[in-house]
């Protein structure tokens, strides 16, 4: 039992707010776009919004039934639903593997983090104005081999998500939702309002939106597939623990259809303010985290308004990695939490110094720990290859498989609300189509 009243939103605007925060991420500032343009245009939006109805939505859906009706962190939440329905208690291994990919993916976003926080800074005393390309890959460089100034980054940046989280559900991860979010998309639309200026908004509007069905494949299938898993933090012990705190007057399946179209077009957004900016300074598309660090502070660098268009861009970038970060941070201090004698604040305290000292050691994989621990692979890359390729899609998997065989048929649809149609096409997509969709995406991810 929690020794606490397990807390609550506030209102269903907050939930919608903070759920859409926590997809958002750095992720969805250049690889959906990127992804959008280099995977037939238009028809792989449509390809991906298919896969988000049929793989993300039955997952998202199931991951917040299951915190709703557990109302406890996500390992004791599937031990006891587990129990009730006559099931094993070991299906509370599908709630430790989110809390630990959380735990894993937060201690090199946090380095990730950092990195933005830098480059904020860096906008604002000018580090890359008149910077040629040797110059600017100089300084991403100079930042990754410095230990000790990644570490004064990576500390800044895990202080700023400690402080919002231990503020607690209301005013802490609600309320840092309701002005980051918004401040958000304001940046965005500024963005794409000089996008428009620079005569390559057209281009970037074929380039992300004409439709190439010759481009479609398999292997696109399963890059939409993937990101529409993905893109909503499924699979990451999350969506369990905001489920947790949710009433039961909010209704899983229209929220869940209003996050997704938030996440998207927020995705969307970002690809119409990036692009225009990449191909007016004649730069590459498809540089991955060297777009974000590399590329766009040269362009910054030698354009004119450059410096407030760059300060911009990273105040945007360091919101989306803070909204995804605070929600990393909450599983873990929801299990601590509940499991310890620890108030909020030492459970942020304990969970969010953990891991710090992780993320030490993945940010030494840069420079003075570079060597390969397991499979070839350093520190900081295995973190991001076990947790995407493996927990991510094993967690995401247990949850829909659960929901959809384990728990009550009859009481499961009328929670969502479904009779009829479509609570048949809810239980085939349940039992069958999302866990399908998502084994095709775990299989694919270990073959990548």
């Avoid at 008149?130 to 500390?155: C, E, I, R, S």
């Avoid at 992300?208 to 292997?219: E, H």
């Avoid at 030494?364 to 290859?385: A, C, K, Q, R």
Wanted: charged share 10%.
């Amino acid at each position: 039992m929690s020794k606490l009243v397990h807390a609550q939103w506030s209102s269903k605007m907050g939930f919608v707010l903070a759920a859409t925060g926590s997809a958002v991420g750095l992720g969805n500032i250049w690889r959906f776009s990127y992804l959008v343009g280099d995977n037939g245009g238009a028809a792989f939006v449509l390809v991906y919004l298919a896969c988000v109805a049929v793989v993300g939505l039955p997952v998202l859906v199931a991951e917040w039934l299951i915190g709703r009706r557990g109302q406890k962190n996500p390992i004791n939440a599937m031990s006891e639903l587990a129990s009730k329905n006559g099931h094993p208690k070991a299906w509370a291994l599908v709630g430790a593997s989110g809390v630990v990919a959380a735990f894993l993916i937060l201690s090199f976003y946090s380095v990730i983090g950092g990195w933005s926080l830098s480059y904020t800074l860096g906008s604002v005393i000018g580090t890359f104005t008149g910077q040629d390309a040797d110059g600017v890959a100089a300084t991403f460089d100079g930042l990754l081999g410095n230990p000790g100034l990644l570490l004064l980054w990576h500390t800044a940046f895990m202080v700023l998500v400690v402080w919002i989280v231990a503020r607690g559900v209301t005013k802490g991860l609600e309320s840092a939702a309701r002005i980051m979010m918004p401040a958000l998309v304001v940046l965005l639309l500024v963005l794409v309002g000089y996008g428009m200026t620079t005569g390559y908004f057209g281009e970037t509007l074929a380039f992300m939106f004409r439709p190439d069905w010759s481009a479609l494949s398999g292997d696109v299938v399963l890059a939409a597939m993937g990101q529409a898993f993905f893109t909503l933090s499924l699979g990451m012990g999350i969506m369990m623990a905001y489920g947790s705190y949710l009433g039961e007057d909010v209704k899983l399946l229209g929220t869940a259809r209003t996050v997704i179209i938030l996440d998207t077009g927020i995705a969307l957004l970002a690809g119409l303010a990036i692009f225009p900016i990449v191909f007016a300074n004649g730069l590459s598309a498809s540089e991955g985290p060297g777009l974000i660090f590399v590329t766009l502070p040269l362009a910054f660098g030698n354009m004119t308004g450059g410096a407030l268009l760059g300060l911009t861009f990273f105040l945007l970038l360091t919101f989306a990695a803070l909204t995804s970060a605070i929600s990393l941070l909450e599983p873990v201090v929801e299990f601590v939490e509940e499991r310890t004698p620890f108030s909020r604040v030492m459970a942020t305290l304990a969970g969010g110094m953990a891991v710090w000292v992780l993320g030490i050691a993945a940010l030494m994989s840069f420079n003075i720990w570079p060597v390969p621990i397991m499979f070839g692979l350093n520190v900081f890359d295995f973190l991001d290859t076990f947790t995407s390729r493996i927990l991510l899609p094993l967690t995401g998997l247990g949850a829909i498989v659960f929901v959809a065989w384990c728990l009550d048929r009859r009481s499961v649809a009328d929670e969502l609300n479904l009779s009829g149609g479509s609570e048949q096409l809810w239980h085939i997509v349940g039992r069958y189509v999302a866990p399908l969709g998502v084994l095709l995406v775990f299989i694919n991810s270990l073959m990548g």
